[in-house]
């Protein structure tokens, strides 16, 4: 049975593994442990898909409010393990995760996606996202 859930502060390190393959091994697991303790006490919480005991699906949720949208929520790393894609698992989560923040009284989401990643793209725009501009990256 597959269920969803915002993951205890204390179990962060449970998706690193997930968020290293997505990232395709570019940032070390000593990276993203720093990280994801630093990200875990700020407007930052991570949404996990279950199957049995196992971690399958992660979804991180940044909560803020901008001048443009009101009070919104991006969500960052959204990843599924490969065995279970296409299986209609990303729509159940995405349903679950909009129920949840608007049970927490947010009114828009947006997200980035990478330009290269079509399949993300197709997902989004049948989920009714629009896109509203360009995400830029300056590395300090």
């Known amino acids: 049975m597959i269920q969803f859930k915002i993951l205890d502060k204390a179990d962060i390190n449970l998706v690193i593994p997930l968020v290293h393959e997505l990232n395709h091994s570019n940032v070390s697991f000593d990276l993203l442990k720093q990280r994801f303790s630093e990200m875990i006490e700020q407007n930052y919480e991570c949404a996990v898909m279950h199957s049995d005991d196992k971690i399958i699906g992660v979804c991180g949720l940044w909560f803020c409010t901008r001048h443009y949208s009101g009070r919104s929520v991006e969500p960052d790393h959204v990843y599924i393990l490969e065995a279970y894609r296409n299986k209609g698992l990303g729509k159940q989560f995405f349903d679950w995760i909009y129920k949840y923040i608007i049970g927490k009284g947010y009114e828009a989401?947006?997200?980035?996606?990478?330009?290269?990643?079509?399949?993300?793209?197709?997902f989004y725009f049948n989920e009714g996202f629009n896109i509203l501009g360009f995400h830029f990256l300056k590395k300090l």
Do not use: C
């Open 109 to 122: 989401i947006e997200l980035n996606t990478y330009v290269g990643n079509y399949k993300s793209h197709k």
